[in-house]
Each structure stands twice: as structure tokens, then as C-alpha cells.
């Protein structure tokens, strides 16, 4: 089956501070990998698609990157309005209209 | 401007007593999902559809319905709500069935007494 896990739960970070989160996933055959950010009472925002392993993607102070067992999602010298929850979903190869979300990383950043 | 958007934004309803909810989409896209997101358990897909009148369970189907007569529209059709039920709910859409990231709307609260 299908799955996506998500670490750590919840992160405090000082602003500048940099990190990664975690998402580990196990799908017969992986199409995409997807990051989303979510705002709180907003819907998931898009940020990222990665398609093989080796791949990676940046956007201003993110850079996801992708093996084959494991995404992280880098955030370099983070700043408060980085703060929100970061989602993380698996799309199969053998049945492209399912995507499987992970529970979230919610990510605080302190001034 | 491009987005989804979904009506009611909150709802709050009792066991049992029908509802709709809404959800259009202004980009031509073909693909479009509901999912609902619990605490802890994330976003978990309900049904999805790949075109006008081509609908399909996701993992959370039981207890919904949805249609999909308009390329636009996709409502979620709540025909005996029970407390389990109460949770986030996001419609989201996406060009394609095999390309592309999903769009989502801005979510609706539902809570089933």
C-alpha cells in the first residue's frame, strides 16, 4: 500500500536557522512527488514537483530534493513569514489519478 | 484570476439532513478531487474525476457521492451525514489526468452533530 510519512510533526526554528524536513515514502512506482505549503484555514499552495531520484527543485529559500526512498524539503536561513504547514504527496506510476498526502510538517519560525 | 472555489465555506448540520457541497473551477481543467483532512491523519482523497461524467473512489469514498456534468463543477454530495463526517474538506483540480499539480480551493469546514 500506498504511503507517506512526514518528520518531525513540528519544528521551531529561530529565524536564520536553517533545516529540513522529512518525507519518506513506499509506492510500487512513483509518477511525481509533490511539496505543498499550507496556510493556516487556506488550502495547500503548490511548490514543487520532483519526477526521479537525484532530481532537485529551488525556489527562493526552499530546495526539495528527491531519492528513492525519501524527499527533504531544505529551507536556508528561514524567515517568520516561512512559517506554515509543508505537505508532502506521492503520485503512483500504476494509477496516476490517486495521489497519497502525508500528514505535514508544521514549521514555526521565530523572530 | 485562475482558482477553485468552493461553497459553503462553513457549514454545520445535523445527523442525517442532506447537503451539496459546491465546488467550480475556472481553468478548463479536466481533473478534479475531494479530499478531506483530519488531524493527524492529513489529506485523504474521497473521489476523484478524469472528465465529464468519468468519476472514480479514492481511498475515503463511503458515505459520498459526487457528479460531474459540467467540465467546471464538481459537487460533493453529503445524502445522510453522520458525525464521522465532520471534518476540512478541499476540492482541488489539475489540467490533466497524468500531468501538472493540483490547484486547491480554500477548503470547507463541515461539522455533523
Known amino acids: 500500500e500506498d504511503q507517506v510519512t512526514q518528520s518531525p510533526e513540528a519544528l521551531r526554528l529561530q529565524e536564520g536557522e536553517s533545516s529540513s524536513l522529512n518525507c519518506s515514502y513506499t509506492v510500487s512506482g512513483l509518477r511525481g512527488l509533490f511539496w505543498y505549503r499550507q496556510d493556516p484555514g487556506k488550502g495547500p499552495e503548490f511548490l514543487f514537483t520532483?519526477?526521479?531520484a537525484g532530481e532537485e527543485k529551488e525556489k527562493e529559500r526552499l530546495k526539495a530534493t528527491l531519492t528513492k526512498k525519501e524527499s527533504f524539503l531544505h529551507i536556508t536561513a528561514p524567515k517568520p513569514e516561512d512559517s506554515a504547514t509543508y505537505l508532502c504527496?506521492?503520485?503512483?506510476?500504476?494509477?496516476?489519478?490517486?495521489?497519497?498526502f502525508g500528514s505535514g510538517t508544521k514549521l514555526n519560525v521565530k523572530p | 484570476e485562475a482558482q477553485v472555489t468552493q461553497n459553503p465555506r462553513y457549514l454545520i448540520t445535523v445527523t442525517g439532513k442532506k447537503l451539496t457541497v459546491t465546488c467550480s473551477q475556472n481553468m478548463n481543467h479536466e481533473y478534479m478531487s475531494w479530499y478531506r483532512q483530519d488531524p493527524g491523519l492529513g489529506l485523504r482523497q474521497i473521489y476523484y474525476s478524469m472528465n465529464v461524467e468519468v468519476t472514480d473512489k479514492g481511498d475515503v469514498p463511503e458515505g459520498y457521492k459526487v457528479s460531474r456534468k459540467e467540465k467546471r463543477n464538481f459537487p460533493l454530495i453529503l445524502e445522510s451525514p453522520s458525525p464521522n463526517q465532520t471534518s476540512l474538506y478541499f476540492c482541488a483540480s489539475r489540467p490533466g489526468t497524468g500531468v501538472g499539480e493540483q490547484y486547491f480551493g480554500p477548503g470547507t469546514r463541515l461539522t455533523v452533530t
Open positions: 504527496a506521492v503520485q503512483n506510476q500504476g494509477d496516476f489519478n490517486k495521489f497519497y
Open positions: 520532483l519526477y526521479s
